[in-house]
């Protein structure tokens, strides 16, 4: 057992971090005692999933969702999610590939003359 302070160094996060998710109720609050309250090795674990979900890219509407599912009778749902995740980021691959690419034309144009403005900064300042 350990104080939210523990929990939150083992984790890598912040003490903010670790309340912020309670108070999403994506973790329990333990109940009071007479001194500090004291997190577990479940509360560990169920941190750990959400910044492993984090990391797949998913959000935590998403991730309380997931945890919500049986291991057992839901993997058809669990299967679905993952597969809207990778449609998702498939689609930001594509439009940061695109974005990258445009980048590069610019920073290509710009190193090819020294004469007239920057197209890097013509660019940007037209497109808002």
């Given at each position: 057992?350990?104080?939210i302070?523990?929990?939150?160094?083992?984790?890598?996060?912040?003490?903010?971090?670790?309340?912020?998710?309670?108070r999403r109720?994506?973790?329990?609050?333990?109940?009071?005692?007479?001194?500090?309250?004291?997190?577990g090795?479940?509360?560990?674990?169920?941190?750990?999933?959400?910044?492993?979900?984090?990391a797949?890219?998913?959000?935590?509407?998403?991730?309380?969702?997931?945890?919500?599912?049986?291991?057992?009778?839901?993997?058809?749902?669990a299967?679905?999610?993952?597969?809207?995740?990778l449609?998702a980021?498939?689609?930001?691959?594509?439009?940061l590939?695109?974005?990258?690419?445009a980048?590069?034309?610019?920073?290509?144009?710009?190193?090819?003359?020294?004469?007239?403005?920057?197209?890097?900064?013509?660019?940007?300042?037209?497109?808002?």
């Open positions: 057992m350990t104080t302070g523990g929990l939150a160094r083992r984790c890598g996060v912040g003490v903010e971090t670790v309340r912020y998710y309670q109720g994506l973790l329990a609050v333990p109940g009071a005692t007479a001194g500090p309250r004291r997190y090795p479940k509360d560990e674990r169920r941190l750990r999933f959400i910044r492993s979900g984090q797949a890219g998913f959000t935590l509407d998403e991730i309380g969702a997931l945890m919500a599912l049986d291991a057992d009778e839901d993997r058809p749902r299967r679905a999610m993952a597969r809207e995740r449609a980021l498939d689609a930001r691959i594509a439009q590939t695109a974005t990258r690419a980048l590069a034309r610019l920073a290509d144009a710009c190193s090819a003359s020294e004469d007239g403005p920057c197209p890097i900064l013509t660019a940007f300042d037209s497109a808002g």
